[in-house]
C-alpha cells in the first residue's frame, strides 16, 4: 500500500485538520475562560451530558434513589461539550481532564470532586453501599469488568466510532482494525453472559451500570449506525442482558437526563422534573 502520509519531524497543530469534534479538539489541557459552575440545593452536583459516558451516573444515581437513598438526590448540570463548556475554569477545578461527567459531593468538608465515570461509579458505590461487593471474589469479578469496559470503550467510541461515524473519510485500514477489535469485545461479553444474568454474577452491579450505554446501547440501537456493518444481534446473549436493563425504570430515567430532546431533561434538579 502506498504512504499517502509521512510524518514531519516535530508535529504541529493544523487546527483545520477536520472531523466531527475538530472545534473542541486541541493539544493542550487547561481552561479557556473562566467560569464559575452553579451550584444547587442537593449535596451531589453532577456536571455532565446524557452520552454513553453521562449516562453510566445518572442510572447510578437514580437506581440508588429507586433503593431509597434519599442522599443520592442530585443536580444534574448540562455541559456542552461541542460548545467548550468542558473548558470553562469552574469545570476544570473539578476534572482536569476537561471531560464528563465530573461530580462534587458538597456533603463533606470541604467538598470532593470525583472524575472518570469509573471513578464515580465506585465512588458512590461505596458512599451508599449498593452495588458493588464488599469484598472476595464477587468484589474482584465486578471491579475487573467496570475496568475492562473502562479500558475498552474507548476502542469503540474513539476507534470504531471516530472512523466508521466522524472521520472527514472513510479509510479501510482503521475501519478493519477497529471493527475486528469490536466485534471481538462483543464476544468476550457473549462469552461471559452465557452463563451468567448480569456481567459480574448473578447481581446487577456498577459493572453493568457502565457497559450497558456504550455495548448493550451498541446491540440495541447500533451506535453510529453500525447495527447491520457489525451484526451486532448475533451476540445474543448480549442482547438479552442489555433488553432487561434497558426495561429497568431507573435506567429509563437515567437515559433523559441532560439531553436536550424533547423527552429529555437538559437539567435535573428533582425527581418530580421527570413528569414536568
Ligand atoms: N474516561 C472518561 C471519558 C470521558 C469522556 O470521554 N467524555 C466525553 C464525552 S462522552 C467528553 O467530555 N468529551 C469532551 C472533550 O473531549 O473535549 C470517563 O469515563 O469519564
Not at 448540562?78 to 476534572?95: A, E, K, P, R, T
Not at 456533603?107 to 472524575?115: G, W
Not at 476507534?159 to 472527514?168: L, N, Q, R, V
Not at 446501547?217 to 446473549?237: A, D, P
Request: aromatic letters at 12%.
Amino acid at each position: 500500500m502506498a504512504d499517502t502520509y509521512t510524518p514531519p519531524k516535530v508535529w504541529t497543530w493544523e487546527a483545520e485538520s477536520g472531523g466531527r469534534f475538530a472545534n473542541i479538539n486541541r493539544p493542550i489541557a487547561g481552561p479557556t475562560h473562566d467560569k464559575e459552575l452553579e451550584v444547587g440545593k442537593h449535596p451531589l452536583q453532577l456536571y455532565s451530558l446524557g452520552t454513553p459516558n453521562g449516562v453510566k451516573v445518572t442510572i447510578m444515581l437514580e437506581e440508588l434513589l429507586a433503593l431509597g437513598e434519599s442522599g443520592a438526590e442530585y443536580d444534574a448540570w448540562l455541559i456542552n461539550i461541542g460548545q467548550g463548556d468542558q473548558f470553562g475554569s469552574g469545570f476544570v477545578d473539578v476534572n482536569p481532564n476537561s471531560k464528563i461527567p465530573a461530580l462534587m459531593d458538597h456533603s463533606t468538608n470541604p467538598p470532593t470532586r470525583v472524575f472518570e465515570s469509573g471513578a464515580i461509579l465506585i465512588y458512590l458505590a461505596e458512599k451508599f453501599g449498593h452495588f458493588l461487593p464488599e469484598s472476595g471474589q464477587e468484589r474482584a469479578e465486578c471491579l475487573s469488568w467496570l475496568m475492562w469496559l473502562m479500558g475498552s470503550a474507548p476502542y469503540l467510541g474513539g476507534g470504531f466510532g471516530h472512523f466508521y461515524a466522524y472521520a472527514p473519510e472513510k479509510w479501510q485500514y482503521p475501519i478493519d482494525r477497529y471493527a475486528m477489535e469490536i466485534k471481538r469485545q462483543l464476544d468476550v461479553l457473549d462469552r461471559n453472559l452465557a452463563d451468567r444474568a448480569f456481567l459480574a454474577g448473578e447481581n446487577f452491579t456498577i459493572a453493568d451500570m457502565a457497559t450497558y450505554p456504550w455495548y448493550g446501547q451498541l446491540v440495541l440501537t447500533g451506535l453510529y449506525e453500525s447495527k447491520e456493518f457489525l451484526e451486532v444481534e448475533s451476540y445474543k446473549n448480549v442482547v438479552r442482558w442489555a433488553n432487561e436493563i434497558h426495561e429497568r425504570p431507573a435506567v429509563k430515567r437515567g437515559r433523559r437526563v441532560n439531553r436536550a430532546s424533547k423527552s429529555g431533561l437538559a437539567e435535573r434538579h428533582d425527581a418530580s422534573d421527570f413528569d414536568k
